[in-house]
């Protein structure tokens, strides 16, 4: 008999096929001077980000904005690895993470979250600090 015992995983499909659990979130508070973070209790299967202001674009990232904040050595900002997210828009991210980052370029702005969670504890997810494209 094996002593194998089969859990959740971040290379497992099932935990990816079937409905995720939901989370949701917002904030009206968002500037430009740091990242508002949002962080999942479970790796995440999908991510829809809505922009509810009616006037400021958002910035969204999977890295804070800067360098140093939230524990992160290199920041989004940089390189410019975000997505610009106009005022009365929304965007869906089909992605496995553990949280993400919105800020704005100036100003203040709004923004709900919807996430699908896996089953997948977020220890499992590997940091995005320093990987090219999200935060280098």
């Not at 050595?73 to 919105?102: P, Q």
Request: aromatic share 12%.
């Amino acid at each position: 008999m094996s002593n194998f015992y089969y859990t959740a995983g971040l290379h497992n499909v099932g935990s990816y096929q079937v409905a995720g659990r939901p989370y949701l979130s917002g904030s009206t508070g968002i500037n430009a001077s740091t990242s508002e973070r949002f962080v999942f209790p479970q790796v995440s299967k999908s991510i829809l980000v809505k922009n509810t202001d009616g006037s400021t674009a958002i910035r969204i990232g999977f890295a804070p904005k800067a360098d140093g904040e939230h524990g992160f050595t290199h920041g989004a900002n940089d390189n410019n690895n975000y997505f610009i997210l106009n005022a009365g828009k929304e965007i869906s991210f089909n992605v496995k993470c553990k949280e993400i980052f919105i800020w704005t370029g100036s100003g203040t702005s709004a923004a709900q979250v919807y996430a699908e969670l896996t089953e997948i504890p977020d220890q499992r997810m590997f940091t995005l600090d320093g990987v090219v494209g999200v935060a280098s």
